[in-house]
């Protein structure tokens, strides 16, 4: 090896011995400026760490901080739903009757004119036993509609007419059991509900009412198995008083079919 070359090779090896320069020291060092941050009345140098531990310049102007461009907000304009529209619409037109009422009444009153539908000859008002004293009758006229609920009109006329042939009377009701009127009754719809609506409404008006049937809206719904909407029928066929219209859901969807 030339004499040169020595020298170099030996200072090289100093300068690795020197404890200045060992990795410890070389690591701290990098880390101390990687944190350098030199600032001035308007720009910011900011020294970044990376990989092998080059320093990356980020600056930013102060003075342009305003200068940034501004993303605008976007208004999202969502359409009304159709539903919601028709809901709209149906409010708005709330008081206004149908365009052709007077057809579909007129289509009604032609289809009923003969009154040959099956509430006509077996509802619940020509359940009852004529020739019987008011009383019974209204009490004839209650336990048919307790029965004619889910059920259809020729059903109740025939179970009726099993309990009018049985003896269809507070005091024979009361003395019959729950099997024995479950058999007269049957198959009206619930027909085992009913059978315990029946003998509790039965036992009730023959404790509180004379054997008599309640007068009022209120009282009647207060029975068992009776509601609103029996309990106004009950008052006009019963006892002669129409309150109000009660319609029904399945009738209203009856003649709307039939009224095409």
């Not at 990376?50 to 304009?77: F, M």
């Not at 969502?78 to 529209?85: A, H, K, M, V």
Request: one cysteine or more; a positive charge; hydrophobic letters at 30%.
């Amino acid at each position: 090896m030339k004499l040169g070359s020595w020298k170099i090779f030996k200072k090289m090896y100093n300068v690795r011995k020197d404890p200045r320069f060992s990795n410890k020291t070389r690591s701290t060092a990098s880390e101390s400026d990687s944190n350098i941050s030199v600032s001035n009345s308007s720009t910011s140098i900011d020294l970044v760490e990376t990989l092998d531990n080059c320093p990356v310049v980020k600056t930013q102007n102060a003075d342009d901080e305003d200068s940034k461009p501004k993303i605008p907000k976007l208004e999202v304009k969502t359409e009304p739903d159709i539903e919601d529209l028709g809901i709209v619409n149906s409010m708005k037109s709330k008081d206004k009757s149908p365009a052709n009422w007077e057809d579909v009444l007129n289509n009604l009153r032609e289809m009923r004119k003969n009154f040959d539908a099956p509430v006509d000859t077996m509802g619940c008002d020509k359940c009852h036993d004529e020739s019987a004293n008011p009383e019974v009758r209204r009490y004839q006229q209650l336990v048919s509609l307790m029965l004619s609920s889910q059920t259809k009109d020729q059903v109740t006329y025939a179970a009726m007419k099993r309990l009018r042939d049985y003896g269809c009377t507070i005091d024979k009701i009361l003395a019959t059991s729950d099997e024995e009127l479950g058999k007269l009754i049957y198959p009206v719809g619930f027909w085992k509900s009913k059978v315990k609506y029946i003998k509790n409404t039965t036992k009730l008006l023959k404790e509180n009412y004379n054997g008599d049937i309640p007068n009022t809206v209120k009282e009647l719904c207060k029975l068992s198995g009776v509601g609103p909407k029996m309990a106004h029928i009950c008052m006009k066929t019963a006892w002669g008083k129409l309150l109000e219209l009660v319609l029904t859901p399945m009738f209203i969807e009856f003649q709307t079919d039939l009224a095409g």
